[in-house]
């Protein structure tokens, strides 16, 4: 019995001693949320955010209604959202699901996927190694940047070079693919930037960073069988200030599409 006990607290003794790794912030019970202050205000990470920041003008303009939108790591941001988002949003299914284990306040069931955007592969400007499609990835000597949570970052690129690689059921594509990969960037951010630094021939991201970073980058898109999509999508805090119902509804009108498509956002 005496064995037993000292053996169960050799298991246990380890998780005990580290604090828990998470792909998302831990709440913080001493903030209150209270979103009622007359301005909109949108949390979520980067990416989706150059496009928000249009629509917002254009709402702004229309309307005359303060909208404030912060983006990029969640850590960044994490204390502020937990005490005043009028609107958090997700840029992909996994990602606003994490987002809720953190901000209590909202819920899942009045999660809105709004557009979606196709997986594509950001490469050097002038595409040098003249890179096609994804059998193009598979050569010796390509350099592929991927985006990857690695189970402590909240990223809409988790596993999505996996879906993008698996998608016909060839083991042997996905060794080959992962062969080449010389930097799993956690988060989109940190991944353009390895992108750059290394002098990566290839990126899988989403098609708003090349649009956004146009110096840097030009987009080839994946053939269709091979296409993987994701959402984005928002949800509104249940004491959010009336206004916000209001951008969230121009941002799923028709001008709203508009310029959303403009960085490579449909419906």
Not at 81 to 104: M, S
Not at 216 to 233: L, Y
Request: charged share 25%.
């Amino acid at each position: 019995m005496k064995f037993a006990i000292l053996v169960l607290l050799a298991l246990l003794l380890p998780w005990a001693l580290c604090p828990p790794v998470t792909a998302h912030e831990i709440p913080d019970p001493s903030i209150i949320h209270d979103a009622k202050d007359g301005v909109v205000r949108l949390y979520g990470a980067g990416g989706p955010d150059t496009a928000f920041r249009k629509v917002a003008e254009a709402f702004q303009k229309k309307t005359g209604i303060q909208v404030v939108i912060t983006s990029g790591p969640e850590s960044t941001w994490t204390g502020k959202a937990q005490a005043n988002a009028d609107i958090l949003w997700g840029t992909a299914e996994q990602d606003i699901t994490a987002f809720l284990e953190t901000y209590k306040d909202f819920s899942s069931s009045e999660v809105m996927p709004i557009y979606m955007r196709p997986a594509i592969i950001a490469v050097q400007k002038g595409n040098p190694k003249g890179i096609r499609g994804f059998d193009d990835l598979l050569k010796d000597g390509i350099k592929i940047v991927v985006t990857e949570g690695a189970g402590v970052a909240n990223t809409s690129g988790t596993g999505v070079w996996e879906d993008v690689a698996g998608r016909l059921g060839r083991l042997d594509d996905v060794k080959r693919f992962r062969k080449n990969i010389v930097a799993f960037g956690k988060g989109s951010g940190a991944a353009y930037k390895a992108f750059v630094a290394t002098h990566a021939d290839a990126w899988i991201t989403w098609p708003d960073w090349p649009i956004t970073h146009s110096d840097q980058a030009d987009m080839v898109p994946f053939s269709r069988e091979r296409t993987i999509w994701r959402d984005v999508n928002v949800v509104l805090a249940p004491d959010a200030d009336p206004d916000a119902r209001k951008f969230i509804d121009f941002l799923s009108s028709e001008e709203g599409a508009t310029i959303m498509k403009t960085e490579g956002w449909v419906r």
